[in-house]
């Protein structure tokens, strides 16, 4: 996929040439990776966190999974958060 800079300077976000996807410039370290595990779920909060504030949006947490047996958190869900909310409806009428 070519990117092209529309931006002035090297700060400026990266839009694909062939959609205009936003790509946001941001070092490799900080970058959330698929499959990281982290040690605690503060660590979690902060990168995800981060990670956001530097490329411009926010997060919230859509959702969790914990152990039945242990009630500990095992899968969290982090999605930007103007991400649609489903509302759930009134089906009594």
């Known amino acids: 996929m070519e990117e092209k800079d529309f931006g002035k300077g090297i700060d400026q976000p990266l839009l694909s040439s062939i959609d205009n996807t936003y ?3 941001v070092s490799h370290e900080r970058k959330p990776k698929v499959g990281q595990e ?3 779920l503060d660590a979690v909060n902060d990168l995800y966190n981060r990670y956001a504030k530097e490329v411009g949006f926010n997060v919230r947490i859509n959702s969790s999974k914990k152990n039945k047996e242990t009630n500990v958190v095992v899968r969290m869900e982090y999605v930007c958060f103007k991400e649609k909310l489903v509302k ?3 089906v009594g009428g």
Do not use: G, Q
């Open 38 to 40: 982290f040690l605690s």
């Open 88 to 90: 759930k409806r009134d």
């Open 23 to 25: 790509v946001p410039e």
